[in-house]
């Protein structure tokens, strides 16, 4: 099974404290978006603009709904 590009980054990120100091600054979401792709480029990982966006809206759903 393939991994989910998003997945695989996002594990990435999470072990790697350097990453996430360099994205947590990043209020801009294409700023972010953008910076992210590239991360996931460097490391072999084909991830695009239009996954991040969708991946931002679930996790923006996923917290909306703990609270409903």
Known sequence: MVDDP???IRRVVID??????????LRDRDL???ELVQ???DRGIELTSEQ????????????????V
């Open 39 to 41: 991360l996931a480029r």
């Open 6 to 8: 998003l997945d695989a």
């Open 52 to 67: 991040v966006m969708e991946g931002l809206l679930a996790a923006r759903r996923a917290r909306l709904e703990r609270w």
């Open 16 to 25: 790697d404290r350097s990453l996430r100091e360099r994205l947590l600054p």
């Open 32 to 34: 972010f978006t953008a």
